[in-house]
């Protein structure tokens, strides 16, 4: 039997089978044997085999027994990995941060002018055949907000900028920069909300980020605003969100993800007309995997010339 050079492992990824990625990876090196782990039997066997394996996360117990030079996660967030030990063992881990950036900042897009023409009512009138004109808004001239100015939250404000709106950033190193008009840290974080037509929330989870936007976020933004999120969940406070938006101390909110998730049938948050929620599927399209697959292609390439230097490396 013929070791391969990659395996992909068997976790779905956002609900995509993962024989897409395979199939991607092996147009992007077809001179490589790239097999698919589709039951826990093949996944251990495999892992003892191949040089490089992607996908969610390998269990401690066959990291122990693989011989893995690389391990290619299919999120951005590798948290849920034990980096420590991959890094004991020398095996160089990589993520997919930039790889959700054109889908999100599509969804983001789409979620903004929801909002702006109204497509949510004329949605409800339809349903109930209701010919009923009503006024919308214009984008141009307003001010937007991207809280987290990582790939996905740079790729956000490039597909916003056709569309004449003022932006600011809001970043944990503001002195890093950025492409919107104005870039300010956390502690700034009230004068961009105060400012903000739309607030979209891109930062990752974190002990700064956590809980964020609370009572005093959703007090200080602006009657009319309305908040995107594509983060995370507990950046939110889920309790101060239902009051703000119960008491139209903000216009609107569309969610990607919720805190808890998946949210329960019976949440309060279902049955608010000025809320739109999606299944935390915001980055799920076929282009995911292609575009995940150039990196993996990428640094295949740059192991086989014996380059350390990896696209997104981690560890």
Known sequence: MTDPDIVVLRQKIHGMPAADYADAIRERLPGKEVALARTP?????????????????????????????????????????????FEA?????????????????????????LFVRGFDRAWRQKERREWRSFQARELAGGTVAVVGLG??????????????????GVRYSPEKGGPTDEVLGYGDLHDALARSDYVVIAAPLTETTEGLFDDEAFRTMKPDAVVVNV????????????????????????????????????????????VFITPHNAGHTPEYWNRLAD??????????????????RVV
């Open 41 to 85: 039997e093949e996944e251990r066997d495999l892992l003892t085999r191949t040089p490089v394996a992607t996908g969610y996360a390998v269990e401690p117990d066959l990291l122990d027994a693989s011989d893995l030079d690389l391990f290619a996660c299919v999120f951005a967030g590798t948290g849920h990995l034990p980096l420590d030990e």
């Open 89 to 113: 063992r020398g095996v160089a881990v990589t993520n997919a941060s930039g790889v959700h950036g054109p889908n999100i900042a599509e969804h983001v897009v789409g979620n903004i002018l």
């Open 151 to 168: 790939a996905i939250g740079e790729t956000i404000v490039d597909r916003l900028e056709p569309f004449g709106v003022e932006t600011i």
């Open 231 to 274: 983060g995370r969940g507990p950046i939110v406070d889920t309790d101060a969100l239902l009051d703000a938006l119960r008491t139209n101390a903000i216009r609107g909110a569309a969610l990607d993800v919720t805190d808890p998730e998946p949210l329960p049938e019976d949440h309060a948050l279902w049955n608010l007309d000025n």
């Open 295 to 312: 990196v993996l292609a990428e640094n295949v390439r740059r192991l086989d010339a014996g380059e350390e230097d990896l696209e997104n």
